[in-house]
């Protein structure tokens, strides 16, 4: 089983649709949350981080369940400019010995 | 702005030949960096990760004679693919952790670099 597990898409939605992926980690040690935008022929960046107590920017809301060791992301109101691969991202370990560990990413593709 | 840069973007090179990515920090000092590799249309590849002053720590699977790690300091990290063949045409991404602030939290990109070996 992956450390980090995504559903890889793609998913295909209407400008101004709402959309959400998740992801789920096996390691329960894991310390810390990101969700990733990697453009195509691009480096990833980062998008958010991702906090027990859910944390929202803009149009888009992250969260985390640890009891689930489940996260999410929620993108509203989709813009084309959102198309992209969305990295899942888990941090585990402490400090200069954390590792951190992608999902495979999920693939959004934005119609007009 | 852009807080880890790469050099070269893109390079041809024949096979057999070596190839040497510099990976530098910009505004904040790399405690540890990271190289991946990423072939199309796959998740990024960790190859190794490296502090600096010491060894590079490789990921199962990845040759370390083949890809030479240096992070002299801290704000340089190199990769050097040794006698390159095609089959190590990928795009390779480097990243950067620093020790204090929002450095500390995640890893920051370099623009990446594709390496074409013919």
């Known amino acids: 089983r992956k450390e980090v597990e995504q559903d890889p898409g793609p998913f295909n939605v209407p400008e101004g649709a709402t959309v959400a992926f998740n992801c789920t980690y096996s390691?329960?040690?894991?310390?810390?949350f990101f969700w990733y935008r990697q453009d195509c022929r691009k480096e990833p960046k980062l998008l958010m981080s991702?906090?027990?107590s859910g944390n929202e920017d803009g149009r888009f809301t992250a969260q985390l369940n640890r009891a689930s060791q489940y996260i999410s992301l929620l993108i509203r109101d989709s813009k084309l400019s959102d198309s992209a691969t969305y990295l899942c991202?888990?941090?585990?370990?402490?400090?200069?010995?954390?590792?951190?560990?992608f999902g495979s990413g999920t693939r959004l593709s934005i119609r007009p | 702005g852009a807080v880890v840069s790469q050099h070269p973007s893109w390079v041809i090179c024949k096979s057999g030949t070596s190839v040497k990515i510099e990976c530098r920090s910009l505004?904040?000092?790399?405690?540890?960096m990271f190289w991946y590799r990423q072939f199309p249309k796959q998740s990024l590849m960790l190859m190794a990760t490296?502090?600096?002053?010491?060894?590079?720590?490789?990921e199962q699977g990845v040759e370390k004679d083949k890809f030479l790690i240096n992070h002299a300091s801290l704000t340089l990290s190199t990769l050097t693919v040794t006698s390159a063949h095609p089959e190590d045409s990928s795009f390779y991404i480097c990243?950067?952790?620093?020790?204090?602030?929002?450095?500390?939290?995640?890893?920051?990109f370099g623009p990446g670099t594709r390496l074409l070996v013919l």
């Open positions: 991202v888990v941090n585990k370990g402490y400090s200069s010995a954390s590792k951190i560990i």
């Open positions: 490296s502090n600096e002053g010491s060894k590079a720590t490789y």
């Open positions: 990243s950067a952790r620093g020790s204090s602030g929002r450095f500390q939290e995640t890893q920051y």
């Open positions: 390691n329960s040690a894991s310390q810390s």
């Open positions: 991702v906090y027990s």
């Open positions: 505004d904040f000092q790399a405690t540890t």
